[in-house]
């Protein structure tokens, strides 16, 4: 069985992270969404409430949600997987990606790392960018999938 890792914050998941996602659970027998707790950001929603979110989002059968707080590919080495997927925006995006793969590569030979590319209406799209637009009071119906749009604007405003 092919086990691939869709590894990010997810705070909060964006029509870009699902597309990412869907798109790697044609191509693997199983897709395991990471949510990584990572203490240099400071984060909308808790690992659990982000987890909650996503499992609303996506109804593959083949795609799971886990979180994690060590190095992704110790994660990877435990599940067995064989592929880190990863979605690239920009030019930007992909010299940061590729700086992990090729050390994530270095220390788990057996996983690769895979690139999807974005589409074109998801290039400028960051949960940073939805949490921005949403704040100033703006429409994200547009950007985020919709069984979580209420959450994110409650969020904004401080109701939960």
Request: hydrophobic share 40%; net charge negative; proline share 2%.
């Amino acid at each position: 069985m092919k086990i691939a890792i869709c590894p990010g914050s997810f705070d909060p998941i964006t029509l870009g992270h699902l597309d990412i996602i869907e798109r790697a659970a044609v191509l693997f027998d199983e897709v395991i969404v990471l949510v990584a707790s990572n203490k240099s950001k400071n984060t909308s929603f808790s690992i659990e409430e982000r987890m909650e979110l996503i499992r609303r989002c996506v109804s593959n059968k083949n795609v799971t949600v886990d979180c994690h707080s060590g190095l992704l590919v110790d994660y990877a080495r435990e599940k067995g997987a064989v592929a880190i997927v990863k979605g690239l925006r920009a030019m930007s995006d992909f010299d940061y990606e590729f700086q992990q793969a090729l050390t994530n590569k270095s220390l788990y030979p057996e996983c690769e790392t895979v690139f999807l590319t974005a589409k074109g209406e998801n290039m400028f799209l960051s949960s940073s960018m939805v949490k921005q637009v949403c704040s100033l009071g703006g429409d994200i119906s547009s950007f985020v999938p919709e069984e979580i749009v209420n959450d994110i604007y409650k969020r904004c405003k401080g109701e939960i």
